[in-house]
């Protein structure tokens, strides 16, 4: 499925009425009982080396905004970010990456030490989700394709990057 949608989007990139691709594409996820958005934003306008760069945005119910930059890499390196929470304390952990935040008090900063592994995902905190690459609709336009989205738990399989044990 992933094929065709790559295949299609390929070919509609071809035609002469298609609309050029974005080359930064953002996906959000608002944790409800605090109002705060969280963002993972992937700019693909760098013409060199890293392939893209991320960006980690937090916005509190207040408007107060908070941007951290994720670690660039290739595309070996632009893996999944899976989204972590217990309540008080949220991870944005990837392969490279591990950010710790508060969406209540606006802040976040690069994991001293990430959750410790456990038997399936992560000890002491939820799975609530990931950031990725999948197919679906493209509102407002209602188009199906491949994006950057954030995936809820009901959609997502946990990407915890555990060591092989």
Same mark, same amino acid.
């Given at each position: 499925?992933?094929?065709?949608?790559?295949?299609?989007?390929?070919?509609?990139?071809?035609?002469? &009425?298609?609309?050029?691709?974005?080359?930064?594409? +953002?996906? #959000?996820?608002?944790?409800?009982? #605090?109002g705060?958005? %969280?963002?993972?934003?992937?700019?693909?306008?760098?013409?060199?080396?890293?392939?893209? #760069?991320? &960006?980690?945005?937090?916005r509190?119910?207040?408007?107060?905004?908070? +941007?951290?930059?994720?670690?660039?890499?290739?595309?070996?390196?632009?893996?999944?970010?899976?989204?972590?929470?217990?309540g008080? /304390?949220?991870?944005?952990?990837?392969?490279?990456?591990c950010?710790?935040?508060?969406?209540?008090?606006?802040?976040?900063?690069?994991?001293? &030490? /990430?959750?410790?592994?456990?038997t399936?995902?992560?000890?002491? %905190?939820?799975?609530?989700?990931?950031?990725?690459?999948?197919?679906?609709?493209?509102?407002?336009?209602?188009?199906?394709?491949?994006?950057? /989205?954030?995936?809820?738990l009901?959609?997502?399989?946990?990407? #915890?990057?555990?060591?092989?044990?």
């Open positions: 499925m992933i094929l065709l949608a790559v295949a299609g989007a390929l070919g509609a990139a071809g035609s002469s &009425t298609a609309a050029p691709r974005p080359k930064v594409f +953002s996906a #959000s996820h608002q944790l409800g009982f #605090s705060a958005l %969280v963002t993972v934003r992937e700019d693909y306008r760098a013409t060199k080396w890293p392939v893209s #760069s991320r &960006t980690f945005v937090l509190g119910a207040s408007g107060k905004t908070l +941007s951290l930059a994720l670690a660039n890499g290739g595309a070996g390196d632009l893996s999944t970010l899976s989204l972590y929470g217990n008080d /304390r949220f991870f944005l952990i990837g392969a490279i990456e950010v710790e935040f508060d969406p209540v008090m606006i802040t976040a900063a690069r994991c001293r &030490t /990430r959750p410790p592994c456990a399936f995902g992560r000890e002491g %905190v939820s799975f609530l989700g990931r950031f990725d690459w999948a197919n679906g609709f493209d509102p407002p336009h209602g188009r199906f394709g491949l994006g950057w /989205r954030f995936l809820p009901e959609d997502a399989s946990e990407t #915890s990057f555990c060591p092989d044990r």
